[in-house]
């Protein structure tokens, strides 16, 4: 997707525009004009979107006959009587259950996510100081198709690589889907790195070119050090991508050794008898990491976000 | 264990070093070169490996199954329209394209009436009530569909009759003497689907949140002082005046998720795998790929899918190009 229009990618996050404080408060809709009925109304949103979660929370710590005997939501009637247990985490992170064991899996992520990550980075500053600071033929074409790419889904490349992967051995492989991933990252890394670097300011770079800066020097001494938050958006969203990706994972990993969180988490979806009360610390282990990246570096996801990012 | 970390450090490490020295080669070769040469091979040189990345990941595979479409099961000899003509006239297929129809349909458009509203309310509270809820909502954003699908087990999930329910929401029917209902098999209305929209729901609101938050918050204040002083109320100043200059950004939010729901695939597999007459077109495609084995099939799944995408990739194109000329 391409930028709103109404803010200059990365240029300030939106939270930091000053535009509300020139709003009147009690004139209607400014910052602290809430009445009771809407901070209700926000408290209840808040609470109906994180009962999911804290069931899920909840359960994890529960033994698997608790778990089966009552709701996680019973727990808040009687807190003191429940057997409140870790086991669950230690079962799942250390023991083969079902074929699947979520320590290993998540390492397995760890391993998938960040050469997947950080890999694209550098090839795509590269190109995007091409397309920003250069001029040559073809450019603007080419980058056309980029824009166009960001819309298009994954699914139109995994036919003909699963062949491929096949026919040169290359399937279940970590090479295969750190490959993979830098193709499919490789469009929205060179858009967002191109938007912002079309932002920062031309008088620099020119002025680099007269003191007779090659683009070699301008590039690692100028460009990507002023880049450095389009280039943290890009890794959060790849970061979260990757870590979160299910198809791309299921058809060049599979659930061998290598087996990653997400289809380690799916493949225990089907459990019915034992390892039924793992599915709860298992999904627990599979999203924690995205949420600290996520709470963290909130600030560079939304920047990236309103720099227009979408992935196909 | 050690050898895959270790892998993983290399790769890293080869990764980033390798391209440091590649692209410091490709830029020696340019610098090499006479004159006009210099300048006219570099920015090939700078932009190449990339290039070269989505060639190969993408377009020359998109072309590739483009083929695929026209061939049988194992690409070994082409067999002209079948695939499309079996799949078109197959009774779940035409189903499956109806399911998506709806995600298409609800969705985005409730992703993004969502996420004004909650905007709208949350941009009233004061900045700390503000950050906080806005964490709140935001937050399953970070979450994986399967993460999203297993969480939401604590609300969905079915016991038999008889036995304590574990699902918030069997558990509420039951203190009304209802159920215990198979939720995700209930198919009237596609119901079941609606659920799996939910969760879907649940992940992108904040998402549309933040865009739209931000929007409002850059709406001019004397556009608005106008409106007042016109005396129009609250609502009409909302939909006349703030509604209009935040349409760029609805437009995007509702494009995206678009995108995400046209090709939806985890959430389906991870819940009904397709059952009960939830099955979608991504679902499909990986199922006609991987459990089958059919090329034919998927690639044409593939290619219908991309039709499908065309006018959005055409919008997207133009509005980029109308955004560049006002630069």
Redesign the interface.
Known sequence: ???????QPGVGA??E?P??V??HSK????????TWP??I???I??VL?????V??LI?SFRTGDE???????TVFFSPFSTQWTIQNYVQVLTTDTAGVNMG?AF??S??VT??AT???I???A??A???TF???RG?DI?F????????????????????LYNVVGLNGT??AV???H???G??L??YILRNYM?GLPRAVIESAKIDGA???TT?WRLIVPMSVPALASFAIFQF?WV?????VA??FLGRGD?TIL?VA??GL?GQTGAGREL??S??FV??IV??I???SL?RFF?RG??A?A?K? | MGIKIANAVLAVIGGIGGAMILFWLLNKLAESLKGRWEDRVKPWMFAGPAILAIGVYLIYPAIQTFQFSFANEDSTAYVGFKNYQDLLTDSTFLLVLLNNLLWIIIVPAATVALGLGVAVLADRLRPKGEKISKTFIFLPMAISMVGAATIWRSIYEYKPAGTPQTGLLNAIFGLFDKGPFFWYSIDTLHFNSLLLMIIFLWTQVGYSMVLLSAAVKAVPEDTIEAGRIDGAGERRIFFSIVVPQIWPTVITVFITVLISVMKIFDIVYVTTNGAFNTDVVGRRFFDELFTQGNNGYASAIVVLLMIAVIPVLIYQVRHFRAEEAMR
């Open positions: 997707m391409t930028s709103t229009g109404t803010f939106p939270e525009k535009a509300q020139l709003r004139t209607g809709s400014g910052p602290g004009s809430a809407v901070r109304l926000v408290i949103l808040c979107w994180m009962i999911p979660v069931g899920l359960n778990q089966l005997a009552s709701g996680w939501w290993v390492i397995n760890f391993v960040v050469p950080v890999i694209p550098l090839i795509a590269f190109a100081y091409a397309f250069m001029e040559w450019r080419v056309v198709v980029v824009v166009g790419l960001l819309v298009v889904p994954n699914q139109v490349a995994l036919v003909p690589l699963l062949k970590f090479l750190w490959l993979a830098i193709g499919f490789m469009p890394a060179v079309s090659s683009h070699f590039f979260l870590w979160n990706d299910l198809l299921l058809l290598n997400t988490l799916q979806q599915i709860a298992a999904g599979t999203i995205p949420l990246v996520f709470l909130q939304i976000m309103t227009g979408v196909g």
